[in-house]
T-cell receptor, first 114, second 113 residues
């Protein structure tokens, strides 16, 4: 079945350090992949989206590249800020007969120290 | 502009009592609607989705039910709450299927005692 794996439950960095959050997925065909960010007490909001048409997404300094060979969709940022502290979810969009079923990864809690 | 409103903001309920949570989307015609549940510190679990009035599909069974009585309204309910129902309930909408961005509401915090 479809699945998303985020192994890093928590990442702690200092400001201006490099961020890398690992995400792998399992599905058939060509998926649509998302990164959502959730701040405390709020609903998630879209950070970026990637499809097989563009392979790479970027937003607010964050980048993610879709690699079908390794079925990975890692999130990166060259230099984090304290305001980036939040929970980041890798999300597999639905398709075909499961077009409306969306799968969230376990989430990675990012703490950025000033 | 589209707005999504959830009510109530928070609830404290007793085990075995009924529950009704609501969600309204304004400014968007015929949206796809979704209910999610999030345990404290946990990920989002999709519960239900609806692509049209009167039709709701269940994604996971948690002794909850959902209904869509109007184009812009989505209701989550149960006759008897369990302790395991505690958490954060989020409503979301999208223009199309799972390959489209979902827009989330502010959520309802439910505590079952």
């Amino acid at each position: 079945g479809n699945s998303v794996t985020q192994m890093q439950g928590q990442v702690t960095l200092s400001e201006e350090e490099f961020l890398f959050i690992n995400c792998t997925y399992s599905t058939t065909g060509y998926p649509t992949l998302f990164w959502y960010v959730q701040y405390p007490g709020e609903g998630p909001q879209l950070l970026l989206k990637v499809t097989t048409a563009n392979n790479k997404g970027s937003s607010r300094g964050f980048e993610a590249t879709y690699d079908k060979g390794t079925t990975s969709f890692h999130l990166q940022k060259a230099s984090v800020q304290e305001s980036d502290s939040a929970v980041y979810y890798c999300v597999l969009g639905g398709r075909d007969t499961n077009a409306y079923k969306v799968i969230f990864g376990k989430g990675t809690h990012l703490h950025v120290l000033p | 502009a589209q707005t999504i409103h959830q009510w109530p903001v928070a609830e404290i309920k007793a085990v075995g009592s009924p529950l009704s949570l609501g969600c309204t989307i304004k400014g968007k015609s015929s949206p796809n609607l979704y209910w999610y549940w999030q345990a404290t510190g946990g990920t989002l679990q999709q519960l239900f989705y609806s692509i049209t009035v009167g039709q709701v599909e269940s994604v996971v069974q948690l002794n909850l039910s959902a209904s869509r009585p109007k184009d812009d309204q989505f209701i989550l309910s149960t006759e008897k709450l369990l302790l395991s129902h505690s958490g954060f309930y989020l409503c979301a909408w999208s223009l199309t299927g799972g390959y489209a961005e979902q827009f989330f509401g502010p959520g309802t915090r439910l505590t079952v005692l």
